[in-house]
């Protein structure tokens, strides 16, 4: 197909009356229309991966350019400098509190697998029903949680091979369930730097069942004609017809200050995707305010349910090294209707933000902490909340900006809060909890890491009026992070989204340091923790179990179904070989699973039964040639 079809273009005018704090300087955009053919429709019931091995394979994610981690790193230097760290401080920033109530825990398991796919950029998406879909870099799990079970496993190049000629690099996935549509969207990229063709993959599921039928669909990452460019950290959301799809332009080659093109807006009929006809789209592009492009555009999606026609966008000055300036970007209609604008106001705050530092870990490593950009953010009841990285200035740590745009309609404003105490937080998201109308509720999540602590995940509770909770530990890292040479990714952001029928919970995907295994050597990287959490305790909740799988039983289930996953946990007292492998009943070796170097502590191993007719099998664990395992497993 030809890269793109135009339909309409058009200039903006600039606006003739801008919120409180706005500059009267000017603003433009530009609108170009495009139509995508679905390229396949895949159905996920008939992926196979038999036994859903992990083959680990050490990869180096592309990320742009090396000049662009130098200048960034450039930037860290003069944050360190300026701010130096100080540990005589006090959590408390002007008119912030504590006293909320913590979070509850409803459930905590372990998520997907790390691949040596750098970083872990976790994703997550809950439908009504209670399905989970969880993305990294590498791959995405889908859950039914209320059935504690794993469905299925795939790779992101799994999950798109019906697609052609696209990249074989993929990586940055978003998800998303759709309370209105009852539908899922999955998102990632193919290609970057390094390939001379790119792509925005896009999956609209043609159910509430994620498991099955999806219609697919690829979006040039090299939309314009005058220019050479690759898409990087995209972004959805949806409003009450629409999906909308944020990403950044850059140019191949150069410093980060010169790679940088502009930031986009992909506005499409959400409706075309999920009955999979043409995708009918508009870009926005040429997006400047004063001049200049605005940088990292995040996409505001509804509170505790869909909104619409309009959609707000949130940006800053995500580079400097202190500021106050925010920008409120929004779209004021649908791309059918011509009258649509785009327009932006640029909005002071009551408290500065800037780049944040390196995290800490233990043994002198760091953690690489990005921008200071706008991570997360919802609208509820005429209100923005939103969460970014920063530098806390008084004490040189890296930390959240949490902050709450009021008066949307006539005046808007921002007040704004540092959140930390004696760790350096990183990759905040945000979720509306409330169960009452005008309840400014959310539950903040984020990583966390010191000097004498290792990679782990936090959260904490909004109840309203500059009221927070302390934080809670949701999973504490057991090792450092070192996989590359120098400060290591901590990922580009995690993933949260309410359970939309129950109010007041949310689930969260973060990351935290563990140890894996390959053959004889071990590495130190990072893993996904699922999380269900709820704003507060109640009779539901209170009945709640944790997944049995993993809650230290031998095997569960057991019996187990056809083409159903069996989780066995077992302990080693000291570093050995360790082989994993199913028998018949009349002790012929069915499948050896996985052979590797394994050191002491607990452990859990899970495989589907999908090659295994009815019947009863033995999985066993031998270390050398002792055998330290040995279950039953019935298969009906």
Known sequence: ???????????????????????????????????????????????????????????????????????????????????????????????????????????????????????????????????LISAINSNLYIYDVDQDSLLKTMSLNAFADTLDTISSHQYDPRVLY????????FVHLAGASSDTLTNIIVGFSTSSDPTAMWNMYKIPGDPLPTDTNWTDFPAIAVTDDELFITANLLSYGGTWQESFEQSVIWQIDKYSGYQGFDLDAVMWHDIHYDGKPIRNLTPVPGGNQTFGPN????????????????????????????????????????????APPHAVQPFNRELQTNDARVLGAFYQDGMIQFTGNTVDTLDGFATIYHGKIFDLNAQPYIQGNILRDTLDYGYPEISYTGTDPGSHHAIITFNHSGVNTYPGSSAMFYQGNNNYSPRITLKEGSTVVNIMSGSDRWGDFTGSQPRYNHPGRVWVTTSFGHRVSSG?????????????????????????????????LKAYPNPAAQNDWVFIEFVLDEKQWTTMEVYDMQGRKIKSLRKQYMGPGKHQVSFRTEPLAKGMYLFVIKAGHKQIVSEKIVVN
Request: proline share 5%.
């Open 520 to 552: 004889v050597h071990s590495y130190f990287v990072q893993g996904t923790w699922v999380s269900e959490l709820s704003s507060q305790l109640d009779d539901s909740t209170t009945a709640i179990r944790s997944p049995e799988y993993i809650s230290g």
């Open 178 to 185: 759709d309370p209105e549509a009852d539908r899922f969207v």
């Open 1 to 131: 197909m030809n890269k793109f079809i135009v339909l309409l273009t058009g200039l903006l005018c600039p606006l003739l009356t801008l919120g409180q704090g706005a500059s009267p300087q000017g603003q433009t955009a530009t609108r170009t229309g495009y139509v995508f053919p679905r390229h396949a429709v895949i159905d996920q019931t008939n992926h196979h991966q038999p036994w859903a091995l992990n083959i680990l394979t050490l990869e180096k994610m592309v990320v742009g350019n090396k000049k662009y981690g130098k200048g960034l790193d450039e930037i860290k230097e003069k944050v360190a400098q300026r701010y130096p760290r100080k540990q005589d401080f006090s959590p408390v920033k002007g008119s912030v509190t504590f006293n909320a109530d913590t979070p509850v825990v409803l459930r905590n398991f372990q998520g997907n697998a790390f691949n040596f796919g750098v970083p872990n950029d976790n994703t997550v998406a809950i439908s009504n029903d209670g399905m």
């Open 311 to 354: 959609m707000y966008f949130l940006s800053n000055r995500n580079f400097a090294l202190q500021n106050d300036t925010f920008f409120l970007v929004e779209l004021t209609g649908t791309h059918h209707d011509p009258n649509t604008q785009l327009t932006v106001r640029e909005l002071t705050a009551d408290f500065t933000y800037g």
